[in-house]
């Protein structure tokens, strides 16, 4: 039902900032929870940051303060602006869609973030 498109990704210097997108289609993308994952190498998967279809936002401790989610339904599309960033910051990042009611789950195929120090 959804496809997901990230976008974004590249090489930063320490300090510096990246606009990650990702862009939906196949469905209505108002009905989503949408969020953004990281995975490094040989770690887990983590939730990065999540914005509901109210457009309420969570972040975890990792990004709080220096990063932002945001999402814009006309363009079915979600960002994640990340400042400041740091060498740990270096992960592949997925963007999720959860339907309105957790009944069905989406990923995109990451985009690539390496901070370098």
């Known amino acids: 039902q959804v496809q997901l498109v990230e976008s974004g990704g590249g090489l930063v210097q320490a300090g510096g900032s990246l606009r990650l997108s990702c862009a939906a289609s196949?469905?209505?993308?108002?009905?989503?929870?949408m969020a953004w994952y990281r995975q490094a190498p040989g770690k887990q998967r983590e939730l990065v940051a999540s914005?509901?279809?109210?457009?309420?936002?969570h972040y975890a401790d990792s990004g709080k303060g220096r990063f932002t989610i945001s999402r814009d339904n006309a363009k079915s599309t979600v960002y994640l602006r990340m400042n400041s960033l740091k060498p740990e910051d270096t992960a592949i990042y997925y963007c999720?869609?959860?339907?309105?009611?957790?009944?069905?789950?989406?990923w995109g195929q990451g985009t690539q973030v390496t901070v370098s120090s």
């Open positions: 999720n869609a959860l339907g309105q009611y957790a009944t069905t789950d989406y």
């Open positions: 196949g469905s209505i993308f108002s009905l989503y929870h």
């Open positions: 914005i509901t279809t109210g457009g309420s936002t």
